[in-house]
């Protein structure tokens, strides 16, 4: 049984540019959250989807954008990239309502 | 606000020896609790979480952690290290949604 996938494990973008990663969600699992991890900081919540809706988000701008699709899965766009989005983006699923989270490994995401 | 203070940036421990990381957290209701482990390059994987009841809670691999209100505080212990327990440690406070707060970590390091 395939945990959470995501795509692409790593990528460099200049400033300015946009970014979309992926996330497949666990067999069975419904809800999709992403976390943005700088380098010796704890992951900080960035959003959260369920049923293809953002259901709560963190304290971070309009330029971080999300989906969620008929199979669960779900992207994180980022428009007008800051040298400080540089971070390691983690995806993690759920069923909704449980603390049940399974984490992927990560999409490195390096701004130049 | 929600937080999570783990206040050891680096802890070193002699292999065989035993090991407790802090974690101290600000969160006005019950708190539900989470430790979980980081290895280099991967996502995060759950050690042990405390909701209710008994406050002393097992985990993975060893690990336990008890909870205490009075102090605030959900430190993580094991009795005997393993080399293979360097790693990032991390504490978290679950709040609504299942949005999870997390510290900026402890980084063990074990010495031969």
């Known amino acids: 049984d395939a945990g959470v996938t995501q795509s692409p494990t790593h990528l460099i973008k200049t400033r300015g540019q946009q970014v979309t990663l992926r996330c497949s969600p666990k067999?069975?699992?419904?809800?999709v959250s992403w976390y943005q991890q700088a380098l010796g900081q704890g992951p900080q919540f960035i959003f959260q989807?369920?049923?293809?809706?953002?259901?709560q988000r963190g304290n971070f701008p309009d330029r971080f954008s999300g989906h969620q699709f008929p199979n669960y899965s779900s992207e994180l766009n980022v428009n007008a990239l800051l040298l400080g989005d540089s971070a390691l983006y983690l995806c993690?699923?759920?069923?909704?309502?449980?603390?049940?989270?399974?984490f992927g490994s990560g999409t490195r995401l390096t701004v130049v | 606000a929600q937080s999570v203070t783990q206040p050891d940036i680096h802890i070193t421990v002699s292999e065989g020896a035993s090991l407790e990381l802090r974690c101290n957290y600000s969160?006005?209701?019950?708190?539900?609790l989470f430790w979980y482990v980081q290895s280099p390059g991967q996502g995060l994987q759950l050690l042990l979480k405390?909701?209710?009841?008994?406050?002393l809670v097992q985990g993975i691999k060893g690990f336990e952690a008890e909870f205490k209100r009075s102090q605030s505080s959900f430190n993580l212990r094991k009795p005997s290290v393993h080399w293979s327990d360097a790693a990032e440690y991390f504490c978290?406070?679950?709040?609504?949604?299942?949005?999870?707060?997390f510290g900026t970590g402890t980084r063990l390091l074990v010495s031969p």
């Open positions: 969160y006005g209701a019950t708190p539900y």
């Open positions: 978290a406070v679950g709040v609504s949604f299942q949005k999870l707060v």
């Open positions: 405390y909701f209710s009841g008994d406050t």
């Open positions: 993690a699923s759920s069923l909704v309502g449980s603390y049940g989270y399974t």
């Open positions: 067999s069975g699992h419904d809800t």
């Open positions: 989807y369920y049923e293809e809706e953002e259901r």
